[in-house]
C-alpha cells in the first residue's frame, strides 16, 4: 500500500518505521524542516527518536500535497492541539481530488479543549465522510521508544467499518506488531485519552515516594472512573478492559518512558506547568485532556475524584499533598458494581 504518515514526532515516526518495514511505501509528512531533512539524508529524527536508524525507503517532506498524492491510506499522528488544522489541509487536498477516496487513521491520544470533542469527532466535524472512505483509531499500550526498537507490541485498530479496521490490521500487523480489531470508538478513544491524566498522578505520587500499593490503587480507581465517564459517554464498560483501556493505563502509569508520567515527577518536584512542558520537549497530552475531561464530567454529572483532584492542582493551584489527601478523606464507598455503571438489566446481560 501507498501509505501518508502526518506527524514527524516520536509516534509518527515509530508508526512510519514499522508500515516501511511492511514493505508499505511511506510518505512521512512533517512542518519541521530540519527533522524532514534529517530524515532523508541520514535517515533518522534524532530530536524525537534518538538513535533509530529508519528504512531507507521512508521519504519525508514539509509539502503536504506531496505527501498525500495517491495514497490508499492517511494516518494522522499529530498531537490533539494540532488535529482541527490538520484535518482542515488533509479536507482542502481531498476536496481537489474527491475520485481519491483513501482510509483516514489517527493515534492521536486526547480530548480537545474547550469542545471536549474526541479526535474522530474533530477529524469528523472537518473532511466530510464523502471525501474518505472510513475512518480508524489506532490505540494501545504502545511507547514509540520500544516500538522503534521492535519490541513486542499489541494495539487496536477500532471503527465502526470492520472491513477498514482489518485493512489497518493487515497493513501494521507483523511478528513484533499485533494488532486487534474493535468496534467501540467512542470506548477506545476515551481510554486512550483519560489514561494520561491518571499517569500524571501516577508520577505525582511516584516521586512523592509513595510504592507499589499506591499506584495499583490508581490505576483501579482510575480505571473505575475512567469506565463511569465513557459509559455515559455511550462507551462500551467491556473496552475498558481491553488494550486501549486498561492496558494503555498500566504502560502509562508504570513507565518512565510516559512524558505523562514524568510530568507528574516534575509537577511534584515543584516545576509549573509550562516548565514541565519546556523540559520534556514532546506533548503531554494529560495537561489539557485533564481540563477538557474535567468540564466534560461536570457536565456529565460524572464522579471523577482523581481527575478533578489534578484540575484543581493544574489550574486552580491547589496543593499537592492536600489534593492527596483530599482523595484519602473522602466519605467511604462501595467499589463500583456492574449495576452502579450499566443498571441492571444490561448487567445482568453481561455477566450471564
Ligand atoms: N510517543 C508515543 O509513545 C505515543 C504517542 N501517542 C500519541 O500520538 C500523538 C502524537 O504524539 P507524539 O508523536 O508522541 O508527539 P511528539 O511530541 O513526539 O511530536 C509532536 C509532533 O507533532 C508536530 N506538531 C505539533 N504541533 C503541530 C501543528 N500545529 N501542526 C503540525 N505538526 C505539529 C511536532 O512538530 P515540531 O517538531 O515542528 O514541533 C512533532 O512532529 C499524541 O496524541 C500522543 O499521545 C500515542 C501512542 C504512543
Ligand atoms: O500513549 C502512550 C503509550 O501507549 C505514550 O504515553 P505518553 O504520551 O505519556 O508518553
Redesign the pocket.
Known amino acids: 500500500m501507498k501509505i501518508a504518515v502526518l506527524g514527524t514526532g516520536s509516534w509518527g515516526s515509530a508508526l512510519a518505521k514499522v508500515l516501511a518495514e511492511n514493505a508499505h511505501t511511506v510518505q512521512l509528512w512533517g512542518r519541521n524542516t530540519e527533522v524532514v531533512a534529517s530524515i532523508n539524508q541520514h535517515h533518522k529524527n534524532e530530536q524525537y527518536l534518538g538513535d533509530t536508524i529508519l528504512p531507507h525507503s521512508i521519504k519525508a517532506t514539509t509539502n503536504l500535497e506531496h505527501a498525500l498524492e495517491g495514497v490508499d491510506l492517511i494516518l494522522i499522528v499529530v498531537p490533539t492541539i494540532a488535529i482541527r488544522s490538520i484535518s482542515q489541509a488533509v479536507a482542502v487536498y481531498l476536496k481537489k481530488n474527491p475520485d481519491h477516496q483513501p482510509i483516514l487513521v489517527h493515534a492521536t491520544?486526547g480530548l480537545e479543549l474547550d469542545t471536549h470533542l474526541r479526535v474522530s469527532e474533530i477529524i469528523e466535524s472537518e473532511i466530510s465522510s464523502e471525501l474518505y472512505q472510513s475512518l480508524v483509531v489506532l490505540s494501545?499500550?504502545?511507547?514509540?521508544e520500544e516500538v522503534a526498537r521492535r519490541d513486542i507490541t499489541t494495539i487496536t485498530a477500532a471503527s465502526h467499518d470492520l472491513e477498514a479496521s482489518g485493512i489497518v490490521q493487515k497493513a501494521f500487523m507483523n511478528d513484533y506488531f499485533r494488532v486487534y480489531t474493535n468496534e467501540d470508538v467512542i470506548g477506545v478513544e476515551l481510554g486512550?485519552a483519560l489514561?494520561?491524566i491518571i499517569?500524571i498522578v501516577a508520577g505525582i505520587s511516584a516521586e512523592l515516594g509513595y510504592g507499589d500499593n499506591a499506584k495499583a490503587g490508581l490505576i483501579t480507581r482510575g480505571l473505575a472512573e475512567i469506565t463511569r465517564l465513557g459509559v455515559a459517554l455511550g462507551a462500551d464498560p467491556l473496552t475498558f478492559s481491553g488494550l486501549s483501556g486498561v492496558g494503555?493505563l498500566i504502560?502509562?502509569c508504570t513507565s518512565p518512558?510516559?512524558?505523562?508520567?514524568q510530568a507528574g515527577k516534575l509537577l511534584a518536584q515543584g516545576y509549573s506547568m509550562d516548565e514541565v512542558n519546556e523540559k520534556i520537549k514532546?506533548?503531554?497530552?494529560?495537561f489539557t485532556t485533564t481540563k477538557a475531561a474535567y468540564e466534560l464530567a461536570q457536565k456529565q454529572g460524572v464522579e471523577m475524584p482523581i481527575t478533578e483532584a489534578l484540575y484543581r492542582l493544574l489550574y486552580e493551584e491547589s496543593d499537592i499533598r492536600s489534593g492527596l489527601s483530599g482523595l484519602m478523606s473522602r466519605v467511604g464507598k462501595q467499589e463500583a458494581s456492574l449495576e452502579q455503571h450499566l443498571g441492571s438489566q444490561e448487567a445482568h446481560e453481561i455477566s450471564h
Open positions: 491520544k494501545g499500550p504502545s511507547h514509540a486512550a489514561k494520561n499517569a494503555d504502560v502509562t518512558h510516559s512524558r505523562n508520567w514532546m506533548v503531554v497530552e494529560g
